[in-house]
């Protein structure tokens, strides 16, 4: 799925509200004190250089009006991974389409790609999580990740859902960790989403503001009524 910038950035800003969002898995996973069962061969943590100083928004962004002041951070490979990553962690059901197909990964690359301490943080595990990955498929079937069989790939993706990991295995199941946050973050904040789990509440409305609806209009005036005030709409 293509999205365009200004979806996505209004879709991370708005996601970066949210109280998950400053959720860490550092904060969960107790580093190298786990006894579960790991790979006999790990690939190396890859290390990943630091993004290009960039521009952010400031304090006051005007979200009807996005401007793009810093560049996009995946590559079209490493996006069709995430994509696929997506649909693996939270699919498809009768209720919404898995996070893959939705575009989550779209929201990810800008998450990541925002030049602010915690989504900085973020694409440093994210970035070197992908490159690990691929290494981490080759040592055990000799191709990259997107190339190997779905059932390889959820052997890997089910040795890194453990809360204590061994020492070899603590950067990856971090990686996980914020990737799956990154995923529930997203999807949860898109209609589909909010669909999927019965949310019933206020939505934010594109364009001009429309004003009240004929029915709150109505129950407005019901109680300004039972105050015995009157009103007159403008």
């Known amino acids: 799925m293509t999205l365009s910038r200004r979806t996505t950035m209004q879709w991370m800003m708005t996601a970066a509200l ?4 400053r959720w860490s898995p550092a904060d969960a996973v107790p580093a190298g004190s786990g006894t579960a069962v790991a790979f006999d061969t790990v690939a190396d943590w890859p290390s990943v250089p630091a993004a290009a100083p960039a521009k952010g928004y400031g304090r006051d962004p005007n979200l009807m009006e996005p401007k793009v002041p810093w560049p996009l951070t995946f ?9 696929l990553l997506g649909d693996m962690i939270l699919p498809a059901d009768p209720v ?13 690359d800008e998450w990541i790609s925002a030049p602010y301490p915690v989504q900085q943080a973020d694409r440093q595990k994210i970035l070197a999580g992908l490159g690990w990955l691929d290494a981490q498929a080759s040592v055990l ?6 190339a190997i069989t779905v059932q390889q790939r959820g052997a890997m993706l089910d040795v ?12 990856p199941v971090a ?31 594109e364009g ?10 109505a129950h407005f005036a019901k109680l300004i009524g039972a105050m015995g005030l009157t009103y007159a709409p403008v």
């Not at 001009?208 to 209009?217: D, F, H, I, M, N």
């Open 18 to 21: 949210l109280p998950l969002a």
């Open 75 to 83: 590559s079209s490979g490493q996006r069709g991974v995430v994509d």
């Open 96 to 108: 919404s389409p898995g996070a893959g197909a939705l575009g989550v990964g779209a929201f990810i």
């Open 141 to 146: 079937h000799g191709k990259p990740f997107a």
């Open 160 to 171: 890194l859902s453990t809360a204590a990991p061994k020492a070899s295995m603590t950067a």
């Open 175 to 205: 990686f996980m960790d914020t990737l799956r946050k990154l995923f529930v973050l997203g999807f949860y904040s898109l209609p589909e989403g909010k669909a999927d789990m019965g949310y019933i509440g206020d939505t934010p409305s």
């Open 208 to 217: 001009p503001y429309p004003g009240p609806s004929p029915e709150a209009l």
